[in-house]
C-alpha cells in the first residue's frame, strides 16, 4: 500500500533551518509528484510548493518562494524540504503529501516549532 | 489567488443527521475540487476528487457536487467517526489553495 513517513518532530531557534524528509514506499516513486502543506495549530492548511519526482521540477507558494527548497532523492524514494530563516510564525505541522491529482496519500506530519 | 469560503466554520449536529457544507471559489474551478476529512492530530484523508467522486472506500453516505464556483459535501447520515473537520482544495490554477475548514461536532 502507498505509504509516505516522515522524519520526526524538530525544535530550532529563529533564523535556523529545518529539513523534513519523506520517505514514499508503496508505488513507483518518480511516476508521482510530491507536494508539502503545512498546519499551524488550530488553522486551516497552507500549500507550500510541490517536486516532480521523476524530473526533480518544483513549484513553490510565493509565500516561501525565497526560503524553501523541495528536492528529492530517487534511489531512496525521499522527498526533503528545506525551510530557512525560521521564525515562530513556522511553527506548525508539516505534512507531504502525493500527487494523484488531489492528495491521495499524506504522510503522518512533522512538527516544527521554532522558539528562542 | 483563488479563495474558497466554506460555510459554517462550525457544525453542530447529532448522530443520525443529514449535514452539509459549502464551499465557494472565488473563481471558476470547473470540477477541479476536492474534499478532505480530518481526525483531530491526523493528516487529512481525501474523500471525494473530482468535486463528486467519491474515492475508493469511502463511505457513500458521503457525497458531493457542484461545479463552477458553488460546490457542496452532503453526509447522509452522521456517523460517529464523522465528527471531523473538513477541508475543500482546489487543484486548477497554482498556488494551490484551501478552504478555512469546517468543524462537525456534537451537539
Known amino acids: 500500500q502507498v505509504q509516505l513517513v516522515q522524519s520526526g518532530a524538530e525544535v530550532k531557534k529563529p533564523g535556523a533551518s529545518v529539513k523534513v524528509s519523506c520517505k514514499a514506499s508503496?508505488?513507483?516513486?518518480?511516476?508521482?509528484?510530491v507536494h508539502w502543506v503545512r498546519q499551524a495549530p488550530g488553522q486551516s492548511l497552507e500549500w507550500m510548493g510541490w517536486i516532480n519526482a521523476g524530473n526533480g521540477d518544483t513549484k513553490y507558494a510565493q509565500k516561501f518562494q525565497d526560503r524553501v527548497t523541495i528536492t528529492r532523492d530517487t534511489s531512496a524514494s525521499t522527498v526533503y524540504m528545506d525551510l530557512r530563516s525560521l521564525r515562530s510564525e513556522d511553527t506548525a505541522v508539516y505534512y507531504c503529501a502525493r500527487d494523484n491529482m488531489a492528495f491521495d496519500s499524506w504522510g503522518q506530519g512533522t512538527l516544527v516549532t521554532v522558539s528562542s | 489567488d483563488i479563495q474558497l469560503t466554506q460555510s459554517p466554520s462550525l457544525l453542530s449536529a447529532s448522530v443520525g443527521d443529514r449535514v452539509t457544507i459549502t464551499c465557494r471559489a472565488s473563481q471558476g474551478i470547473n470540477t477541479y475540487l476536492a474534499w478532505y476529512q480530518q481526525q483531530p492530530g491526523k493528516a487529512p484523508k481525501l474523500l471525494i476528487f473530482?468535486?463528486?467522486t467519491l474515492q475508493s472506500g469511502v463511505p457513500s453516505r458521503f457525497s458531493g457536487s457542484g461545479s463552477g464556483t458553488e460546490f457542496t459535501l452532503t453526509i447522509g447520515s452522521l456517523l460517529p467517526e464523522d465528527f471531523a473537520t473538513y477541508f475543500c482544495?482546489?487543484?486548477?490554477?497554482?498556488?494551490?489553495?484551501f478552504g478555512g475548514g469546517t468543524r462537525v461536532e456534537i451537539k
Open positions: 482544495q482546489q487543484v486548477k490554477t497554482y498556488p494551490l489553495t
Open positions: 473530482p468535486a463528486s
Open positions: 508503496g508505488y513507483t516513486f518518480i511516476r508521482h509528484a
